[in-house]
Antibody
Framework: EVQLVQSGAEVKKPGESLILSCKAS????????IGWVRQMPGKGLEWVGI????????RYSPSFQGQVTISADTSISAAYLQWSSLKASDTAMYYC??????????????WGQGTLVTVSS | NFMLTQPHSVSESPGKTVTISCTRS????????VQWYQQRPGSSPTTVIY?????PSGVPDRFSASIDSSSNSASLTISGLKTEDEAEYFC?????????FGGGTKLTVL
């Protein structure tokens, strides 16, 4: 059974750093693209970017390029979303999700449960 | 990059049929597959349609979708509405490995 289990909720101050994790199981981690999606409170879904863990190839939304870093650790089948300096506007629910099939374009067929990030002074 | 525009909300009665549109701002809607996600409050999204009109296993055939090149839009149709269909629905497509989500449509079944 494919599962994506995300790390727990975070409360941070502006300027702090943060790494969210997404632990995958039930499939060959290196053979599927995995992505991140932001959902600000009461708002819609925003595509952050994706990574192919097998080669660490990444693609970012222009809106998030330079603001976050996506990485993966194939030894433990985990993907990460990282900030070096958080802003209050980063407050949102963040989901990781697996891309269906062997390509980078398609849909997300399995989702994590989401991690709520709150950034407040 | 292009945008996908959806109506903010739609409502319909149980047993009826509703259609949600998703209009692409630039580039052809037919050039890349369109997906549709359902998100119930407090839950992660799930796919109800992928690759324009494919239903994942477990999604009832009350859900269908199509592409209309003349209006450069995609549509999700839900027939025989049930109260459990009340949710937010998002369309999604891509171009050059950049994915775009529509703003979402809140479906109320009343």
């Amino acid at each position: 059974e494919v599962q994506l289990v995300q790390s727990g909720a975070e409360v941070k101050k502006p300027g702090e750093s943060l790494i969210l994790s997404c632990k995958a199981s039930g499939y060959t981690f290196t053979r599927y693209w995995i992505g991140w999606v932001r959902q600000m409170p009461g708002k819609g879904l925003e595509w952050v970017g994706i990574i192919y863990p097998g080669y660490s190839h990444t693609r970012y939304s222009p809106s998030f390029q330079g603001q976050v870093t996506i990485s993966a650790d194939t030894s433990i089948s985990a993907a990460y979303l990282q900030w070096s300096s958080l802003k209050a506007s980063d407050t949102a629910m963040y989901y990781c999700a697996r891309v269906r099939g062997d390509g980078y374009n398609g849909d997300f067929d399995f989702w994590g449960q989401g991690t709520l990030v709150t950034v407040s002074s | 990059n292009f945008m996908l525009t959806q109506p903010h909300s739609v409502s319909e009665s149980p047993g009826k049929t509703v259609t949600i549109s998703c209009t692409r701002s630039s580039g052809s809607i037919a050039s890349n597959y369109v997906q549709w996600y359902q998100q119930r409050p407090g839950s992660s999204p799930t796919t109800v349609i992928y690759e324009d009109n494919q239903r994942p296993s477990g999604v009832p055939d009350r859900f269908s979708a199509s592409i209309d090149s003349s209006s450069n839009s995609a549509s999700l149709t839900i027939s025989g509405l049930k109260t459990e269909d009340e949710a937010e629905y998002f369309c999604q497509s891509y171009e050059s490995i950049i994915w775009v989500f529509g703003g979402g449509t809140k479906l109320t079944v009343l």
